[in-house]
């Protein structure tokens, strides 16, 4: 069974740092675009950041404080998060990408920011 198995998140306050993991299993993914995604209590899902062939892909809001970093060997992408703020609060998703789009994604991972 293809399948993405996000872990790392928690509850960390302001300024905190967390590294969420994705943990790809039944296929292969070396090859892929890996992304990872967030949606807030209300709000829309957004792009937070890719990596594949060409490098990698920030929004600007988590420039300089995000990054994004896969080991190909253990099948497994990272998002390390450091200087988190209060709006960086949401449940963080992995998705890996197929053509113009993304075909599988995880489960999610709560991430609280909090004073």
């Known amino acids: 069974q293809v399948q993405l198995v996000e872990s790392g998140g928690g509850l960390v306050q302001i300024g905190g740092s967390l590294r969420l993991a994705c943990a790809a299993s039944?296929?292969?993914?070396?090859?892929?675009?890996m992304a990872w995604f967030r949606r807030a209590s209300g709000k829309e899902r957004e792009f937070v950041a890719h990596?594949?062939?060409?490098?990698?892909l920030y929004r600007d809001s988590v420039k300089g404080r995000f990054t994004i970093s896969r080991d190909n060997a253990k099948n497994t992408v990272y998002l390390q998060m450091d200087s988190l703020k209060p709006e960086d609060t949401a449940v963080y998703y992995c998705?890996?990408?197929?053509?113009?789009?993304?075909?599988?994604w995880g489960q999610g991972t709560q991430v609280t920011v909090s004073s």
């Open positions: 990596i594949n062939r060409s490098g990698t």
């Open positions: 039944g296929g292969t993914f070396s090859s892929r675009t």
């Open positions: 998705a890996a990408g197929a053509g113009t789009g993304y075909d599988l």
